[in-house]
């Protein structure tokens, strides 16, 4: 009989957790028991999770006891005081937020890229953010072939990206610049509707935004190479769903774009759509509800003899977050020892 699990998901009422609990039962994720936790503004609130309905509970002490694994969607406020509570409790936390991306005790992993990373975790392993998530599944089998020496890249982000608040801010204004209305930012600093934003999350004393630094420094760590040079430009869209980015890499060896195609199309976690002359190419409202990272474009970068460039595009809510969460709980569950946790007191 296969083994099943206590789950818990912290989170369970925003846009990342509610896209979790589909992904739990889409999967066929072994539940014994689910365990919906948010703040105390919605325990009591009912949610559905495969066909039932189950009551959200405020997160606080207790909340994680019985547990074998907690997928953690609270932002990293949460996260910073419930992870380390929930893995001294003996829970195997999958954390989705920034707040332990960088701890060294904390494995950041992908499972297409370095699935092995999570073997050393004490209790608490991060989820990636979602642009890095996305461009590194589609680096990875270009890395392993001829090296990458510097990647560019431009994202162009949706708006779920921000949560509920983001999907409701463009519904919103959109509707009302349609019925010529006047449209009052509230989540954004600038109108996003019929708009294009150069900035996610805060500014930087390097004039990045956290954002863009989130993408640098998670390279570093998930590829495990602190030579790769990376720049990036953040930017928020008025699309709902799916993030798309614009990247350019310099490889440690040439490779043709033929070559990279062949790769990629026989890489875990991608698909190819790359027949521009016939229109075919990686779009957001494709890749939407889709778990695998469209990658097309594929060409010869003019400006550099050992560069390539490629649009890469993936849904931000399902392999940005959800979807790598539960990948990674399913890694855990293939070795049974890896449920164990030490996290110090
Ligand atoms: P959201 O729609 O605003 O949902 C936030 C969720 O967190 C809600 O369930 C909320 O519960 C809960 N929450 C907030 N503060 C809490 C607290 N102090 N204690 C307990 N629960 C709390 O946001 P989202 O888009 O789902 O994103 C949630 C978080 O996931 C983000 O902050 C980020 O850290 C992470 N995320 C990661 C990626 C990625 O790139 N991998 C992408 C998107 C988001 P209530 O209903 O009680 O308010
Ligand atoms: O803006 C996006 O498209 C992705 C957002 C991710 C995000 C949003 C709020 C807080 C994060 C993240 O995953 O890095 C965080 C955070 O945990 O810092």
Redo the contacts with the bound molecule.
Sequence with gaps: MTKEYNVGL????????QEMLKNLAERGFPVKSLRPL??A??AGQKIEFDGAEVKVEA?GPGAFDGLDLCLF??????SQEFAPMAARAGVTVVD???CWRQDPRVPLVIPEVNPGAVKKHRGIIA????STIQMLVALKPIYDAVGIRRIVVATYQSVS?T???GIEELSTQTRQLLSLQEAAPKVYPHRIAFNCLPHIDVFMDNDYTKEEMKMVNETLKIFDDQNIKVSATCVRIPVFYCHSEAIWIETGRPISPEAARELLARAPGILVVDKPKENQYPLASVASGRDEVFVGRIRADLSHENGLTMWVVAD?LRK??ATNAVEIAELLIRDPTLLKTDWPA
Aim: charged residues 5%.
């Design positions: 912290l989170g369970a009422t925003g846009a990342v957790g948010a703040s503004r919605s997160v969607s609270a932002g990293a406020t949460a989705n937020s920034s989820n990636p953010n979602c990206g949560g509920q608040k931000n940005g977050a």
